[in-house]
T-cell receptor
Framework: EAQVTQNPRYLITVTGKKLTVTCSQNMNHEYMSWYRQDPGLGLRQIYYSMNVEVTDKGDVPEGYKVSRKEKRNFPLILESPSPNQTSLYFC?????????????FGDGTRLSIL | QKEVEQNSGPLSVPEGAIASLNCTYSDRGSQSFFWYRQYSGKSPELIMFIYSNGDKEDGRFTAQLNKASQYVSLLIRDSQPSDSATYLCALNSGGYQKVTFGTGTKLQVIP
């Protein structure tokens, strides 16, 4: 089954404790992206990757890091999480190396930072 | 002005009616336009995408794009209670590989 898998689905942690949210897709997609969704603000793109070793900032990259060492994986790293990063996070992927194609979304990761 | 604007709603329509959802955007370089549906607590799922001016139909859904006026709309014919969800408009930012979403319109279909 074609899917985007995020882990964990839920996480409660404390300020400053480094964490990684993993994202993996099995569709051989080139484009992968991370979003956060907050009430009233909608989905906002954090980082995106057009292919292996090619990443770029979205609209809200501050406080986040990403890497794309393999085509299927695109982890999101919070080196020193803060309460304002409490949010619902989605990973997505699409074929082709551009933003012109429809995206497939993971089920989301609900992150709470105390 | 926001890059992508949608009326937050809720938009209430009776079952069987046509629901009309609208989205305006500011970046004239945008080339690809998407409508996603998101049920509460779930991830967005693609409904339609459109690249060219005009209408594109898929079953009960029709996407309409007017680049000159910078709007894209989604029509849902014969609306069903199961269509009740938040509809997100998205586009690629011209010249970049970013994707920008509107904040969504909540649709309620009343049985």
């Amino acid at each position: 089954e074609a899917q985007v898998t995020q882990n964990p689905r839920y996480l409660i942690t404390v300020t400053g404790k480094k964490l990684t949210v993993t994202c993996s897709q099995n569709m051989n997609h080139e484009y992968m992206s991370w979003y956060r969704q907050d009430p009233g603000l909608g989905l906002r793109q954090i980082y995106y990757s057009m292919n292996v070793e090619v990443t770029d900032k979205g609209d809200v990259p501050e406080g986040y890091k990403v890497s794309r060492k393999e085509k299927r994986n695109f982890p999101l790293i919070l080196e020193s999480p803060s309460p304002n990063q409490t949010s619902l996070y989605f990973c997505a992927s699409s074929k082709g190396g551009s933003a012109n194609q429809p995206q497939h979304f993971g089920d989301g990761t609900r992150l709470s930072i105390l | 002005q926001k890059e992508v604007e949608q009326n937050s709603g809720p938009l209430s329509v009776p079952e069987g009616a046509i629901a009309s959802l609208n989205c305006t955007y500011s970046d004239r370089g945008s080339q690809s336009f998407f409508w996603y549906r998101q049920y509460s607590g779930k991830s967005p799922e693609l409904i339609m995408f459109i690249y060219s001016n005009g209408d594109k139909e898929d079953g009960r859904f029709t996407a309409q794009l007017n680049k000159a006026s910078q709007y894209v709309s989604l029509l849902i014919r014969d609306s069903q209670p199961s269509d009740s969800a938040t509809y997100l408009c998205a586009l690629n930012s011209g010249g970049y590989q970013k994707v920008t979403f509107g904040t969504g319109t909540k649709l309620q279909v009343i049985p």
